[in-house]
Every structure is written in C-alpha cells, then in structure tokens.
C-alpha cells in the first residue's frame, strides 16, 4: 500500500509549520504547501525528513482561480494517498463593509473560504477512508468585527461549510475547525507588537496569555487522529476564553 500523506496548505507560516512538525514528531508523512515562503519551506522539508518521515513539498497561488486544481492535480499525479487534510493557509486585508476593496475580497475569499471547498473535493479520489480534514478558521469568524470584514466572513462561511461538509463525506471521512484567538506569527506580528493593543487583548483574555503556534497544532493533531473518531462538524475554540468576554 502507497505510504499515506497529510496535506498541510500554508506550511511555510507560523501554524503550518508547528502543525507540520507535530504530525512529522508523531510519525506522520506530511505535504508541505507553500505560497511565497520558498526558503522557509524547503527549511521545514529538511527539518522533517531529519525527523524521519517522508515529506513533499508543494507550492501554489491558492489566490488564483486555477490554485486549487493545481496542487491537486499534481497530488493525484504523484499517487500520493491522503489520510488527512489541514486547510491552514489563510489572508486577512482590513477593509469594512463601507470601503472593502473588489481585488481584497476575491483573495481572501478564494484563499480562506474557496480553495479549502474545493481542494477537498478536487482530492477525494486520493483520500484514503477513513480520514480528517481540519479546517483552520478564526474566533473573528465567530464574533463580529467591522475591520476585516472578508476575513471575518470568510472564517463565519469556514465554520458553515465544515459542517456542510462533514454530512456530505460522512462516515468515511470527518471534518471538523477550529477557531484560534490571538497567536504571534506573521499574520499578527505588527498588531500584537503593540503594547497597547497587546495589553488590551490579556485583559480581555481569562487564561491572561496569547496562545502559541503549538497550542494550535496538538488541537489539530488530536482532530486528525482516531482519539476524535466520534467527533465531526465540530468547531473548537482555542483562544484563552477570549470570545467569551
Ligand atoms: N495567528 C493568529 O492569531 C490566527 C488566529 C486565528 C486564525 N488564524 C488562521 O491560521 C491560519 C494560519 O495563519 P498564521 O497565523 O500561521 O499566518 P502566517 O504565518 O501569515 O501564514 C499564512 C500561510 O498562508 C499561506 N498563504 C498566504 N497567501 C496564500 C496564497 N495566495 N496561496 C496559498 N497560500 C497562501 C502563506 O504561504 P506563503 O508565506 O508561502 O506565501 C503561509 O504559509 C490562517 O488561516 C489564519 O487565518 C491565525
């Protein structure tokens, strides 16, 4: 039997990477997806070929109308089989409902919300039963905000869609999201480098820190393997509490 890979999108930022290295650590073949993020990538591939596993690294313009048929193709070309998928790659532009710009919200709509829909059913003849998908949406997406407003939407649609879909591909395969607070990668780093956006987010935060990439990635670890196996559509919120304050 070919060896079983997880797909990670986005591997090359700061979730992608914890993400790709907790399953590498525990013994998962992984494919790592990268956009721009070249030299990070081919960093993390020989880290976790140094851990022992089998790993492949993938680039593709999730942005592009044509992003998703790629990297699947190419997935599907090399007989690669899937035992899980992270959809983990994801944009925010700021941008309210009164000034949101047209080319703004086609990439984050296609990046966040089109490409994890479409990657999945353009892979099913390649995923193994049974199977995990995780769907890396957003607290933003569960509370309203009005600065981002396509990040915001497109996470809210995320969390719809991981329910839509965990009935479409039930019993063999199960989908579940979850929902991060505020994490330090590069996506954050400028806003929460602001003390005093920082200190207003701890106050707001009953647990009085900000999560991590590893915080994330042993959530997502615990989603793809058989100790969820009676768990799907599920949406789990991993943010200090913030959300409920
Ligand atoms: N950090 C947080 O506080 C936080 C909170 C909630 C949810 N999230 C979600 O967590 C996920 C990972 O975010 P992160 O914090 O790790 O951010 P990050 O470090 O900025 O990583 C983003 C990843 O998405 C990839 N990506 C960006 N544009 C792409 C495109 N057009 N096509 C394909 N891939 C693209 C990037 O690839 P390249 O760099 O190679 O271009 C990178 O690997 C995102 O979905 C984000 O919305 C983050």
Do not use: C
């Amino acid at each position: 039997m070919a060896e079983r890979f997880v797909l990670v999108t986005g591997s090359s930022g700061g979730f992608g990477r914890a993400i790709s290295t907790e399953l590498a650590r525990k013994g998962r073949n992984v494919i790592l997806h990268y956009n721009r993020s070249a030299s990070e990538a081919k960093m993390l591939e020989q880290e976790i070929r140094n851990i022992g596993v089998e790993v492949e690294l993938l680039p593709a313009d999730l942005s592009l109308p044509d992003g998703p048929e790629k990297l699947s193709q190419e997935i599907i070309h090399k007989g690669m089989r899937l035992s899980g998928i992270v959809n983990n790659a994801g944009i925010g532009r700021p941008g309210n409902a009164a000034n949101i710009n047209d080319d703004d919200w086609d990439a984050v709509s296609n990046v966040n919300l089109r490409a994890p829909v479409l990657l999945v059913r353009k892979l099913l003849p390649a995923i193994e039963k049974p199977s995990s998908v995780v769907n890396i949406a957003s607290a933003a997406g569960i509370r309203v905000g009005v600065s981002s407003i396509a990040y915001e939407a497109t996470k809210a649609g995320l969390i719809h869609v991981t329910k839509s879909m965990a009935i479409t591909l039930a019993p063999d395969i199960r989908v579940n999201a979850v929902a991060p607070g505020y994490v330090k990668t590069n996506m954050t780093r400028s806003r929460l480098s602001d003390e005093k956006v920082l200190n207003g987010i701890l106050s707001r935060t009953p647990l009085k820190r900000l999560g991590n990439p590893e915080d994330i990635a042993k959530l997502v670890f615990f989603l793809l393997s058989e100790d969820s196996s009676f768990i799907t559509g599920e949406t789990i919120v991993i943010d200090g509490g913030i959300t409920l304050t």
